[in-house]
């Protein structure tokens, strides 16, 4: 058979490796059925994957090239709308291959409440998991019109399972007054930016962290595909930043969330979101 | 206080009269929460409201003014997304309280699954009831990733209610090889258009009927504003024939379901919707 | 000066005579001042003169080219927002102009309330005027929110000119009761379409006719791009065949409105206004 | 009757309190008929009470909440396009209602224009009232293409009124030259930014005040919901430091103008209208 | 390793057959270099994949089912703007490849002159090929600003290789004078519609044939994304009863050009050209 | 004739002059020929005319007017798509007559690859020709998919001609890292910002300069038209202050690439575009 007629593979950029041979695998969860304002969040791995040939694979930045490292494209989990347990449970499920095996995941979401089926495989590896958030809804909610299970609630139910101190916030500017009250008294909870991240990276030295990125912790002028554009958050530069710098930690877990095609024409949101994954892989993988 | 210091009172055009008073109830469910693919059902129902401004009471079709009947607006059921099943209990309980009250309802999804509360509390009263179903999907799956309750299984748990012989699908045109030989076993199947509908509407001369309409049974060029467009469908001036021809049988509950307004710049899907349901309050209205 | 440094004259595609040697002008009124509901046709006219340029000279329909009959493209008129009765005055006059040098205008709108600014101008030449109206709404209105000069009422002050018997409607499927029951008295009305219209060309043989051209006559399938879309309306072939008949009468005024561009991102809209737009000049047009 | 089937008041969020029992009351002017470029301010108001359910009731900037302060939505004003001077009549006859109350008003507009009518209504009662205007334009023509009510002669118009010294302008970045000399002679301007802030606040410590903010002093990448996008602008952090210091005033009235949504596909410079008008509303509420 | 994390193969739905056991192959052509106004059709064979999975596999027209024929998605060909002739180059050899092994080719679009590539290999096996040939324009100029290489001239570069009586094309209703003619004189050509159609059917009863698609043939209210929308073209039904019939023949190539996805929002036309492949793969399988 | 009738002739706000009379020149190069990812910046200097009415010709940076100084407006050149050589040689040939002429010219993109031709003309004139380019992207490939000539190489291209330490690069973000590398080696660049353009001023005091600057330099906040927007850029303002530096120089051609109005509904970016090019004029301008 010709060469030219090979299966048409889709993966990001660069991130062509095999899984046995790979460090990282990355994965999208596309779900979005307790989103209670604007869904579309659903769209984000495929998008992503499709966008990500408008960027290149090397970063500038860190001075590190895609093709070098070694990450596995596993694509999209194939969730069911309409029963949101049982779409945690396969998330949660998913995870846990991978993190059987030793490899890093990056999951793609999906609105926020993936992270819980993801934060759940991580525990039980990492009982001492800490959770760093960025994010500009404290999602801290008990329930949500009675729903315990919830974007809005999941913080609260990773709170649950990892109790008091563990859980580290930032950028968050958009709650309930009961939420702000619970995060201040129950985690490290850090309003508006990333004040208090140096310190928040010296304690969490020895630790092992999953990092939670919703993507609306950024202004909506640099993010504007999402459900609930939030004014006032923080820059690419400053998440880029928070980034790398999070990346020096022991990492075990991350999630990038909440970005919403649909609600972006220009496809700009897609690009930024597609720009982080690249410089997330390429600081955390090994040298 | 002044008179236009009044509270904003927001009903689809026209339906502006008392609760008691009406003969007819109309109200939202903006539920889409097992939609597979695009969402914004949701919208729906307000998006109705706030365009309805922009047709006219009157209807030069049928000669008769909204202003002329009564129906009240009971505004929008607040749904919880995430919990599926509690989402069509309360449909279903809020639709009894109509039903009980023996006044007519019209409902405005959402996805199509909203119909399935509605079908229970109409059964419940209406032992015989009969359901017209218009729509582009059989929507005569057993399950759709597993799940039961879906917008690709609602006529199948519609069946499992009322058996065989009970349910008249028309315009139908995508689904499942299964779907079309369930349909062709157990329901009256029309494919594409409307041949046969005189047959039905005389054969359902002298039963309780309710009528459920998919709105992309409409060709994608009368009415893009879905998640799911399907080539090759019926026009809205058919449309509007049948329902009229509809509307001489014994009505007991209507639905108007996947109107998706973000998916139309133009609002002329939204617009043709509130046209559609103008016409159904006239033509069922009592003379 | 080198040929290639031309000013950029910007003009209808194939109408680019000189003024003095055309038998027909062009000219835009982009003016949407008292448009209630989404605004927008004051951009037509320049985005026809845009969009012009993806239709070609050429007709098939006609077997003719703009290349070989005379128009000169006036250009647009520079109209004030917030005075509506000036604006009606600027219309009139320039109209005049063109009228009173023995050449046939083609008015672009702008909303439809610009035509009776034209209609002014046309009736003070021709005082046996008569109009062919055709819209998807009556526009019979006395008055809106007690503004006698709106796109509302334009037909009315039509009429107010007029008289009875001098306004014949095709393809009206919207307005109040009490527009319908004036027409019905004192215009000719036909409802939804182009039924009667035979008759009424043989009617006005020899008369002088004003053909008003409110777009939105057309479904909003064929014609989405307009503030206030209308469903169940006329097809393009049906308006084609219709605007065919009417050249062969004695036409002295053309208008084309409530072409609304933003609402219509494929463009497709401004392109059918621009073929219709061409087709009338090449049917107008003397041998 | 049944609690769920109560009429559906449709308000900003959390301004839900009776007219009589308020201190502030908030309306929408939904006028935009100068605006000479691209219109649609006029659906800001009804786009803001729909979009303001996807925020919260709870500022994290105040550490306070809606549901503890009177406000009351009296809805939108039912304004006539095409005939200006009306319409300014009809906003200072509803503002002077407000006004003679004791009440705070806080209006949405619209178009700038708007601004007009409710300077008047509180100029009557405050004779000494002075006016911080935050805008990308000057608004200082003394007319527009003749007319002498425009968006882009408001602040003339209310100079007109005030006379020199009385007009604080910030944020200023387009203009015609004469513009900027009348201001740099009869008002306080102040270009690009908020330079000059903290002096102004003090020099008004014991006047009325009457701040208008047209939304476009923002920078596009902040708010692009708006019919003439001016690159340069402040953002919304600065924006909002701003509207908190000018709320230790004495504020008599407050205007906030100029949201377009339709130009908006995200909603997010909507939501960002929400948050400012709720910072606003918390801020400006007596403790 | 496990199943769940298989590489995520990118195919049109139903298309997911090896190579060696299939008899039809589609594949993409993304090239839209010399489309001289709207551009996009290069993201047309990616957004159809895409959207394919929100169509079944089933047909109701015909009763046969994606699942039960063989196909092979070959994905996407690799071509570079700016070099037209290496373009249609590669196109050539890649459809030669399927040619010489014995299978049918289903080219995905791209503008319409990638065509040309096609038709060039197609002739080399068959010297006796004929085209039928579906569009809006006559595609007949003998260059465009003086390139013979444009989507423009892609059917007269055709004639120069198969001669007159060759090519058979309908639904032309664009185009300038010069190439009607000169199509009335080499071709048969028949404007607007199919009339002529089932003579066309018998007389290339036994001559193999090669379809070509320009879906702007359709009329912009089923099809408005394509990048130059032309009013008064053929409905979506006719489109598929003249494709069924064609399907008859001894077809050996297809292609299905000039769906711009970028210009429609709603995604109803990627949506009707997966369903109109969905039906030629179905129709020319062998059975 | 009338005056109201003179030709409609459209030119950029206030670049209204004759050529004879004209010290600048700005003119169209609408030529997205190569663009690998999103086209559409052949529309860009169509719609910067049309937006130019949205912003004064006065500017408040600067104090000065275009009504002051002398800038005629060519219009846009005819470019064949589908023959990149041809269309950079007739770019080439129109800047030579104005650059022959002793009239600096301002050329307006199409995307970047225009540069070339433009460059190619200067340099004839002025051999010892420096480029300060301001990019997101190197544009430092050998060749793009094995051709020399495209939007990714341009700067190469360029390179050819000039050789080492004459191209000074600001902004760069984005490019594979032999570009990085052999811009590293051969010319001045500055990655992500203006850090050293102070000194690059200094340097190029003396020499004839051309800018060129791709409109991505910009943050996709600031500007989201463009096809390949990329996170990171610099502001709005940052970009004013560093085109205020350069137009110290002695500069001899400008270009200005790669807005793309079709991804960008609010016009911002086109209006952008309009005020950066009015402020490149006011400050280039001989006083």
């Known amino acids: 058979m010709n060469n030219n007629l090979n299966r048409n593979v889709h993966t990001f950029i660069g991130c062509d490796k095999e899984y046995d041979e790979s460090e990282i695998v990355i994965f999208g969860a596309p779900f979005d059925g307790t989103t209670s304002y604007r869904p579309g969040t659903r769209f984000a791995s495929a998008a992503m994957r499709s966008e990500s040939y408008s960027i290149e694979t090397y970063s500038p930045y860190l001075d590190r090239d895609l093709r070098d490292i070694k990450v596995f494209d596993g694509g999209d989990l194939v969730l069911c709308f309409g029963n949101t347990e049982k779409v945690l449970c396969e998330i949660k499920n998913f995870t846990e291959l991978i993190v059987s095996d030793g490899k890093l995941f990056v999951m793609i979401g999906g609105e926020h409440l993936v992270t819980f089926g993801a934060v759940q495989a991580a525990l039980q590896r990492y009982p ?9 809804h404290a999602d801290m909610r008990d329930n949500y019109l009675s729903e315990k299970l919830s974007h809005a609630t999941v913080m609260r139910r ?12 930032f950028g968050i500017r958009s709650g309930e007054k009961e939420e702000f009250e619970f995060s201040n008294k129950h985690n490290f909870i850090n ?14 030295k020895d630790e092992p962290v999953y990092l939670s990125i919703d993507l609306d912790i950024l202004d909506p002028a640099d993010f504007p595909g999402t459900g609930t554009p939030e004014a006032g958050g923080v820059s690419f530069k400053e998440l880029l930043s928070a980034v790398f710098e999070a990346m020096k930690l022991n990492i075990v877990g991350i999630d990038i969330c909440e970005l919403s095609p649909p609600y972006d024409l220009s496809g700009r949101s897609t ?17």
Chains 1, 2, 3, 4, 5, 6 share one sequence.
Do not use: M, P
């Open 128 to 136: 001492d998991l800490r959770i760093i958030h960025f994010d500009a």
């Open 158 to 169: 990773c709170w649950d399972l990892l109790g008091d101190n563990r859980i580290f916030q």
């Open 191 to 204: 309003k508006f930016n990333f004040d208090g991240f140096v310190k928040t990276i010296k304690d969490l």
């Open 271 to 287: 690009s930024l979101a597609c720009k982080l994954l690249r410089e997330i892989l390429l600081a955390v993988a090994k040298k």
